[in-house]
Protein backbone atom coordinates (compact mmCIF):
# COMPACT_ATOMS: atom_id res chain seq x y z
CA UNK A 1 0.00 0.00 0.00
CA UNK A 2 1.65 3.92 -0.81
CA UNK A 3 1.65 5.68 2.12
CA UNK A 4 -0.47 8.93 1.89
CA UNK A 5 1.74 12.11 1.00
CA UNK A 6 2.67 14.36 4.04
CA UNK A 7 0.76 17.41 4.57
CA UNK A 8 2.97 20.61 4.01
CA UNK A 9 2.38 22.81 7.41
CA UNK A 10 3.75 26.81 6.98
CA UNK A 11 5.05 28.59 9.84
CA UNK A 12 4.56 32.11 10.29
CA UNK A 13 6.44 34.03 12.32
CA UNK A 14 7.75 37.82 13.13
CA UNK A 15 7.84 40.21 15.75
CA UNK A 16 4.36 42.22 17.00
CA UNK A 17 3.08 43.81 14.95
CA UNK A 18 5.15 42.65 11.64
CA UNK A 19 1.80 41.75 9.79
CA UNK A 20 1.75 38.24 9.81
CA UNK A 21 -1.65 37.87 10.17
CA UNK A 22 -2.46 40.40 7.54
CA UNK A 23 -0.25 38.14 5.11
CA UNK A 24 -2.05 35.17 6.12
CA UNK A 25 -6.09 36.78 5.47
CA UNK A 26 -4.60 37.60 2.12
CA UNK A 27 -3.23 33.69 1.56
CA UNK A 28 -6.63 32.86 2.58
CA UNK A 29 -8.68 35.13 0.69
CA UNK A 30 -6.56 33.94 -2.58
CA UNK A 31 -6.34 30.51 -1.95
CA UNK A 32 -8.32 29.07 -4.46
CA UNK A 33 -10.86 27.12 -2.19
CA UNK A 34 -7.90 24.68 -0.44
CA UNK A 35 -8.78 23.34 2.59
CA UNK A 36 -5.93 25.06 4.97
CA UNK A 37 -6.33 24.82 8.34
CA UNK A 38 -5.14 27.68 10.67
CA UNK A 39 -3.33 27.28 14.30
CA UNK A 40 -2.72 30.87 15.53
CA UNK A 41 -1.10 31.29 18.98
CA UNK A 42 -1.18 34.32 20.93
CA UNK A 43 0.04 35.72 23.91
CA UNK A 44 -2.33 37.88 25.83
CA UNK A 45 -5.58 35.94 27.17
CA UNK A 46 -7.52 37.10 25.01
CA UNK A 47 -7.34 36.06 21.43
CA UNK A 48 -7.53 38.75 18.66
CA UNK A 49 -6.02 37.64 15.54
CA UNK A 50 -7.44 34.66 15.43
CA UNK A 51 -10.96 36.28 14.68
CA UNK A 52 -10.02 38.60 12.24
CA UNK A 53 -8.62 35.76 10.34
CA UNK A 54 -12.10 33.44 10.59
CA UNK A 55 -14.09 36.73 9.44
CA UNK A 56 -13.97 37.09 5.66
CA UNK A 57 -17.13 37.40 4.43
CA UNK A 58 -17.27 35.29 1.51
CA UNK A 59 -17.73 31.29 2.17
CA UNK A 60 -15.30 30.45 -0.27
CA UNK A 61 -12.35 32.26 1.39
CA UNK A 62 -12.76 31.75 4.89
CA UNK A 63 -10.44 28.93 6.30
CA UNK A 64 -11.08 25.62 6.24
CA UNK A 65 -10.46 25.28 10.52
CA UNK A 66 -9.09 28.06 12.74
CA UNK A 67 -7.75 27.25 16.10
CA UNK A 68 -6.75 29.73 18.35
CA UNK A 69 -4.23 29.02 21.19
CA UNK A 70 -4.22 31.90 23.87
CA UNK A 71 -2.15 33.04 26.99
CA UNK A 72 1.37 31.58 26.20
CA UNK A 73 3.63 31.23 23.93
CA UNK A 74 3.42 27.98 21.20
CA UNK A 75 7.26 27.45 21.62
CA UNK A 76 6.88 27.06 24.87
CA UNK A 77 3.94 24.24 25.48
CA UNK A 78 4.43 21.95 22.34
CA UNK A 79 3.43 18.88 23.94
CA UNK A 80 0.54 20.46 26.10
CA UNK A 81 -1.14 22.18 23.21
CA UNK A 82 0.54 22.30 19.79
CA UNK A 83 0.84 18.06 19.78
CA UNK A 84 -2.34 17.81 20.46
CA UNK A 85 -4.11 20.32 17.92
CA UNK A 86 -2.12 18.98 15.55
CA UNK A 87 -3.18 15.04 16.02
CA UNK A 88 -7.12 16.67 15.83
CA UNK A 89 -6.37 18.59 12.60
CA UNK A 90 -4.88 15.09 11.33
CA UNK A 91 -8.09 13.26 12.38
CA UNK A 92 -10.37 15.35 10.22
CA UNK A 93 -12.04 13.67 7.56
CA UNK A 94 -11.16 15.04 4.77
CA UNK A 95 -7.54 16.01 6.36
CA UNK A 96 -6.42 19.92 5.70
CA UNK A 97 -4.38 20.12 1.85
CA UNK A 98 -2.29 22.46 4.07
CA UNK A 99 -1.59 23.75 7.71
CA UNK A 100 -0.68 27.29 8.55
CA UNK A 101 0.49 28.11 12.03
CA UNK A 102 0.83 31.83 13.06
CA UNK A 103 3.12 32.05 15.66
CA UNK A 104 2.66 34.39 18.68
CA UNK A 105 4.78 37.56 17.93
CA UNK A 106 6.87 37.04 21.19
CA UNK A 107 7.72 33.14 19.92
CA UNK A 108 10.92 31.22 19.22
CA UNK A 109 10.04 29.14 15.83
CA UNK A 110 12.81 26.60 16.52
CA UNK A 111 11.14 24.20 19.19
CA UNK A 112 8.08 24.38 17.00
CA UNK A 113 9.86 23.11 14.13
CA UNK A 114 11.47 20.89 15.79
CA UNK A 115 8.14 19.36 16.95
CA UNK A 116 7.74 18.28 13.70
CA UNK A 117 10.13 15.39 14.39
CA UNK A 118 8.93 13.51 17.30
CA UNK A 119 6.84 10.48 15.92
CA UNK A 120 3.08 11.57 16.21
CA UNK A 121 3.47 14.32 13.51
CA UNK A 122 6.86 13.26 11.57
CA UNK A 123 5.97 10.94 9.19
CA UNK A 124 2.22 12.68 8.12
CA UNK A 125 3.25 16.22 8.00
CA UNK A 126 6.18 18.62 7.08
CA UNK A 127 7.64 21.84 7.32
CA UNK A 128 7.06 23.23 3.41
CA UNK A 129 8.69 26.58 5.07
CA UNK A 130 9.17 28.71 7.79
CA UNK A 131 8.10 32.52 6.95
CA UNK A 132 9.46 35.21 8.97
CA UNK A 133 7.62 38.26 8.82
CA UNK A 134 9.33 41.77 9.54
CA UNK A 135 7.88 44.93 9.47
CA UNK A 136 10.22 46.76 7.52
CA UNK A 137 9.42 50.82 8.56
CA UNK A 138 9.69 49.31 12.26
CA UNK A 139 13.59 48.18 11.49
CA UNK A 140 14.10 51.46 9.74
CA UNK A 141 12.90 53.78 12.71
CA UNK A 142 15.52 51.61 15.30
CA UNK A 143 12.64 50.09 17.01
CA UNK A 144 13.28 46.38 16.38
CA UNK A 145 16.85 45.29 15.37
CA UNK A 146 19.84 45.43 17.42
CA UNK A 147 22.55 48.56 17.79
CA UNK A 148 25.43 46.75 17.46
CA UNK A 149 27.29 50.04 18.11
CA UNK A 150 26.01 51.08 20.88
CA UNK A 151 25.20 47.62 22.04
CA UNK A 152 29.37 47.70 21.81
CA UNK A 153 29.99 51.04 23.40
CA UNK A 154 28.06 50.10 26.54
CA UNK A 155 29.76 46.89 26.73
CA UNK A 156 33.38 48.71 26.48
CA UNK A 157 32.28 51.37 29.74
CA UNK A 158 31.38 48.76 31.81
CA UNK A 159 31.74 44.56 30.73
CA UNK A 160 29.83 43.94 34.32
CA UNK A 161 26.74 45.42 32.99
CA UNK A 162 24.32 42.96 30.70
CA UNK A 163 22.85 44.59 27.87
CA UNK A 164 21.36 41.78 25.78
CA UNK A 165 18.31 43.35 24.20
CA UNK A 166 15.25 41.05 24.41
CA UNK A 167 13.67 42.58 21.35
CA UNK A 168 16.72 42.41 19.62
CA UNK A 169 17.03 38.75 19.96
CA UNK A 170 13.98 37.68 18.88
CA UNK A 171 14.27 39.26 15.74
CA UNK A 172 17.48 37.68 14.94
CA UNK A 173 16.57 34.34 16.06
CA UNK A 174 13.71 34.32 14.29
CA UNK A 175 15.42 35.55 10.66
CA UNK A 176 17.58 32.35 11.82
CA UNK A 177 14.77 29.65 11.48
CA UNK A 178 13.75 31.61 8.03
CA UNK A 179 13.45 29.69 4.63
CA UNK A 180 11.62 32.93 3.18
CA UNK A 181 11.72 36.33 5.27
CA UNK A 182 8.76 38.63 3.86
CA UNK A 183 9.68 42.57 4.00
CA UNK A 184 6.84 43.94 5.07
CA UNK A 185 4.73 47.89 5.04
CA UNK A 186 8.24 48.58 2.07
CA UNK A 187 5.40 51.19 1.09
CA UNK A 188 5.93 52.87 4.57
CA UNK A 189 10.03 53.36 3.90
CA UNK A 190 12.25 55.41 0.98
CA UNK A 191 14.15 53.54 -1.22
CA UNK A 192 17.12 53.99 0.50
CA UNK A 193 15.82 53.50 4.11
CA UNK A 194 14.58 50.25 2.70
CA UNK A 195 18.11 49.06 1.17
CA UNK A 196 19.63 49.45 5.02
CA UNK A 197 16.90 47.16 6.01
CA UNK A 198 17.59 44.42 3.82
CA UNK A 199 21.53 44.82 4.87
CA UNK A 200 20.58 44.07 8.10
CA UNK A 201 18.37 41.22 7.57
CA UNK A 202 21.28 39.52 5.36
CA UNK A 203 23.18 39.88 7.80
CA UNK A 204 21.05 37.66 10.57
CA UNK A 205 19.22 35.29 7.74
CA UNK A 206 20.24 31.82 6.96
CA UNK A 207 22.54 32.01 4.02
CA UNK A 208 19.66 29.56 2.11
CA UNK A 209 17.04 31.73 2.72
CA UNK A 210 15.44 34.11 0.45
CA UNK A 211 13.73 37.63 0.57
CA UNK A 212 10.44 39.44 -1.18
CA UNK A 213 9.04 42.67 -0.30
CA UNK A 214 5.59 42.99 0.66
CA UNK A 215 3.11 45.71 1.01
CA UNK A 216 -0.86 45.42 2.51
CA UNK A 217 -1.68 43.72 -0.62
CA UNK A 218 -0.20 40.37 0.74
CA UNK A 219 1.84 38.04 -1.75
CA UNK A 220 0.16 35.58 -4.06
CA UNK A 221 -0.07 31.86 -2.82
CA UNK A 222 2.52 30.73 -4.82
CA UNK A 223 5.33 33.05 -3.05
CA UNK A 224 4.30 31.71 0.38
CA UNK A 225 3.50 27.90 0.16
CA UNK A 226 4.98 25.12 -2.05
CA UNK A 227 8.44 25.70 -0.62
CA UNK A 228 9.26 22.16 0.12
CA UNK A 229 12.18 23.09 2.52
CA UNK A 230 11.42 19.96 4.74
CA UNK A 231 12.72 22.25 7.74
CA UNK A 232 12.66 19.46 10.48
CA UNK A 233 15.39 17.71 8.41
CA UNK A 234 17.55 20.12 10.19
CA UNK A 235 15.65 21.56 12.80
CA UNK A 236 18.52 21.29 15.47
CA UNK A 237 20.52 23.39 13.13
CA UNK A 238 18.60 26.05 13.29
CA UNK A 239 20.07 27.33 16.83
CA UNK A 240 18.63 30.17 18.93
CA UNK A 241 20.21 32.43 21.24
CA UNK A 242 19.47 30.14 24.11
CA UNK A 243 20.18 26.93 22.13
CA UNK A 244 23.92 28.72 21.44
CA UNK A 245 24.06 29.84 25.05
CA UNK A 246 22.62 26.53 26.50
CA UNK A 247 19.94 28.39 27.90
CA UNK A 248 16.45 27.21 28.92
CA UNK A 249 13.83 29.95 27.04
CA UNK A 250 11.31 31.27 28.73
CA UNK A 251 9.33 34.41 28.11
CA UNK A 252 10.77 36.36 31.48
CA UNK A 253 11.14 39.79 29.39
CA UNK A 254 8.09 40.30 28.20
CA UNK A 255 4.20 40.72 30.04
CA UNK A 256 0.60 41.26 28.90
CA UNK A 257 -2.61 42.08 30.64
CA UNK A 258 -5.88 42.88 29.47
CA UNK A 259 -7.93 46.33 30.56
CA UNK A 260 -11.40 47.26 29.65
CA UNK A 261 -11.33 50.78 28.36
CA UNK A 262 -14.13 52.87 29.24
CA UNK A 263 -16.29 54.49 26.75
CA UNK A 264 -14.57 57.30 24.25
CA UNK A 265 -16.20 59.64 22.90
CA UNK A 266 -15.22 58.61 19.21
CA UNK A 267 -12.97 56.13 16.95
CA UNK A 268 -10.40 58.68 16.95
CA UNK A 269 -10.75 59.77 20.80
CA UNK A 270 -10.03 55.79 21.25
CA UNK A 271 -6.75 56.02 19.02
CA UNK A 272 -5.49 59.10 20.72
CA UNK A 273 -5.48 57.46 23.76
CA UNK A 274 -4.43 54.39 22.15
CA UNK A 275 -1.02 56.37 20.87
CA UNK A 276 -0.07 57.87 24.10
CA UNK A 277 -0.38 54.13 25.90
CA UNK A 278 2.45 53.22 22.95
CA UNK A 279 4.20 55.55 23.80
CA UNK A 280 4.54 54.77 27.32
CA UNK A 281 8.17 53.26 27.84
CA UNK A 282 8.22 49.45 27.68
CA UNK A 283 4.73 49.06 25.70
CA UNK A 284 5.68 47.12 22.80
CA UNK A 285 1.71 46.35 21.39
CA UNK A 286 -2.07 47.30 21.81
CA UNK A 287 -5.25 45.38 20.40
CA UNK A 288 -8.53 44.63 20.64
CA UNK A 289 -11.85 45.74 21.09
CA UNK A 290 -13.17 48.89 22.53
CA UNK A 291 -16.47 50.82 23.09
CA UNK A 292 -17.31 54.58 21.50
CA UNK A 293 -20.35 55.76 22.93
CA UNK A 294 -23.30 55.33 21.18
CA UNK A 295 -22.26 53.36 18.49
CA UNK A 296 -23.61 49.18 18.79
CA UNK A 297 -20.46 48.27 16.94
CA UNK A 298 -16.49 48.00 19.45
CA UNK A 299 -13.99 49.57 17.64
CA UNK A 300 -11.13 47.04 16.85
CA UNK A 301 -7.94 48.15 17.69
CA UNK A 302 -4.18 47.31 16.46
CA UNK A 303 -1.10 49.20 17.26
CA UNK A 304 2.93 48.77 17.25
CA UNK A 305 4.85 51.69 17.58
CA UNK A 306 3.42 55.07 16.78
CA UNK A 307 0.60 53.52 14.37
CA UNK A 308 -2.64 52.91 15.12
CA UNK A 309 -5.31 51.40 13.50
CA UNK A 310 -8.99 51.25 14.45
CA UNK A 311 -12.33 50.25 12.61
CA UNK A 312 -15.77 49.78 13.53
CA UNK A 313 -16.10 45.52 14.20
CA UNK A 314 -20.19 45.03 14.38
CA UNK A 315 -20.60 42.02 15.84
CA UNK A 316 -17.91 41.86 18.20
CA UNK A 317 -18.11 42.85 22.60
CA UNK A 318 -16.11 45.59 23.45
CA UNK A 319 -13.36 42.56 25.30
CA UNK A 320 -11.12 45.37 25.96
CA UNK A 321 -7.29 45.75 25.24
CA UNK A 322 -4.26 43.00 25.61
CA UNK A 323 -1.00 45.27 26.36
CA UNK A 324 1.71 43.37 25.59
CA UNK A 325 5.64 44.99 26.72
CA UNK A 326 8.98 44.52 28.66
CA UNK A 327 8.88 43.23 31.71
CA UNK A 328 8.50 45.86 34.67
CA UNK A 329 6.31 48.04 32.32
CA UNK A 330 4.00 50.61 34.16
CA UNK A 331 0.44 49.43 34.10
CA UNK A 332 -0.67 52.44 35.83
CA UNK A 333 0.75 54.61 33.78
CA UNK A 334 -0.32 52.40 30.89
CA UNK A 335 -4.38 52.62 32.36
CA UNK A 336 -4.12 56.40 32.72
CA UNK A 337 -3.06 56.96 29.26
CA UNK A 338 -6.21 55.38 28.26
CA UNK A 339 -8.13 56.96 30.24
CA UNK A 340 -9.12 54.69 33.29
Not at 30 to 42: D, P
Request: hydrophobic share 50%; charged share 20%; net charge negative.
Amino acid sequence: MTASPRIPATIVTGFLGAGKTTLIRNLIENSGGRRIALIVNEFGETGFDGGLLAECGDDACRPDTVVELTNGCICCTVADDFLPTMEMLLARDPAPEHIVIETSGLALPQPLVRAFTWPSVRHRVTVDGVVTVVDAAAVAEGRIAPDDAALAAQRAADPSLDHDDPVAELFEDQLACADLVVLSKTDLVDAAALGGVEAVVRGEMRAAAKSVRATGAGLPPAILLGLGAAAEDDAFARKSHHDLEGEAHDHDDFDSFVTTVAPAASADDLAGRVRAAMAVEGVLRIKGHAAVAGKAAAVAVQAVGPRVETWFAPGKPASGLVVIGLKGLDRAAVEAALGL
